[in-house]
């Protein structure tokens, strides 16, 4: 279960450790971290709207969110085609089981967002001291490393 103080603390740490970088690897750091950093308020959103699963595909869980997913069709499929009760027992239970996700988003996609960083620090500190190099462009448009 997720500690909403001892994520904030590892998050807290990691900016840290993001700050002490040199100037191009927290740059680096920061520009991969943009691509890959997830919105709380979007999963939580798309647990609400969609209690299917759909917030497991946005933070890349897919075999989380296929199960999720194939419970809640087959729930409908239950009711559509007469399994009254247990098309009920199957959406109820899914959506019972997501609340923990609904209510912890916030932590949830934290703590998400604290392992992207933490690879991040680990891939800049694999690389040589300069850390690796930073995407840019040149004055006629081509991209340039460095």
């Not at 991040?120 to 460095?146: F, M």
Request: proline share 3%; glycine share 8%.
């Amino acid at each position: 279960m997720l500690n909403k103080d001892a994520v904030d603390r590892e998050e807290e740490e990691l900016r840290e450790a993001v700050n002490r970088l040199p100037d191009n690897q927290r740059k680096w750091v920061y520009m991969e971290a943009e691509k890959a950093i997830k919105d709380p308020d979007t999963y939580a959103v798309l647990n609400y709207l969609f209690l299917a699963g759909l917030h497991h595909f946005y933070l890349g869980r897919w075999g989380r969110g296929l199960v999720n997913l194939t419970v809640f069709l087959a729930g409908l499929l239950c009711l559509i085609l007469g399994g009254v009760l247990i098309g009920i027992l199957l959406i109820v239970g899914i959506t019972v089981v997501e609340l923990y996700a609904l209510f912890r988003s916030q932590t949830i996609v934290q703590q998400f967002n604290n392992d992207i960083m933490r690879e991040l620090l680990q891939t800049v500190s694999a690389k040589s001291p300069d850390g690796p190099p930073v995407s840019g462009s040149n004055a006629d448009g081509r991209e340039t490393r460095g």
